[in-house]
């Protein structure tokens, strides 16, 4: 059986476990004793993040790896499209995501507090989301290979960095656009049985974390 290494509220290991819940893959989820800083956990993971794989003598650290693994192993639901056209677009779009949308909403992690509304923080990460918002919303538009009957594996990280904007904006204050592509293409993907599973859970996590916080 897998071992997947995680946290219940990490983004990416949220991102990792809708796949796996589309795959319908068995696994176990750990958390790793000591935290993903531990000596014992960088032993068998050098750079210590999370999610991490243990597939019998495979050991595989990073989501976006883990998961064309797992496409390539669990070939049923393909999670790619079939032509490389489409399979380009697919990764143009979850790079998209890890690199220039999540690192947007990440740089508001650590100024999650009570009374951050109207900061300056709130105001210029609000700006940036936008901006990552529109260019998102062209790179939909101008994507004739897009199938969104289809579950790829570059959806699975959106839902989750959309869960956490919900979560922030009453609390930063956030004053988001979200252009109406980009709100269909979200309402696509959450129809998806795996990316309701998840987010589901999530949402519990979301609010525990925030509530720790503020």
């Not at 794989?53 to 976006?64: C, F, K, N, R, T």
């Not at 923080?121 to 290979?145: G, V």
């Amino acid at each position: 059986m897998l071992k997947i290494y995680s946290t219940n509220e990490s983004l990416y290991c949220a991102k990792l476990r809708i796949l796996l819940h589309h795959k319908q893959a068995q696994w176990q989820e750990i958390t790793p004793e000591g935290g993903c800083g531990s000596d014992d956990y960088r032993a068998l993971i050098p750079s210590g993040t999370m999610p991490a794989m243990v597939d019998g003598d495979l050991v595989i650290a990073d989501s976006e790896a883990i998961a064309e693994y797992l496409n390539e192993t669990i070939s049923e639901p393909a999670m790619l499209p079939p032509t490389p056209q489409a399979r380009a677009k697919c990764r143009e779009r979850s790079r998209f995501h890890d690199t220039r949308f999540e690192p947007e909403v990440r740089a508001l992690f650590p100024h999650i507090a009570a009374g951050m509304q109207g900061s300056d923080i709130s105001i210029t990460q609000s700006e940036k989301i936008n901006n990552r918002l529109q260019e998102f919303s062209r790179l939909l538009s101008t994507d004739s290979t897009l199938d969104l009957n289809l579950l790829s594996l570059g959806d699975c990280g959106f839902p989750i960095s959309f869960a956490w904007l919900d979560a922030f904006t009453p609390v930063m204050g956030l004053e988001l656009e979200w252009p109406e592509v980009v709100k269909d293409y979200r309402h696509k993907v959450e129809a998806h049985d795996a990316v309701r599973t998840v987010l589901d859970n999530y949402a519990t996590h979301v609010a525990q974390w925030l509530e720790g916080k503020c």
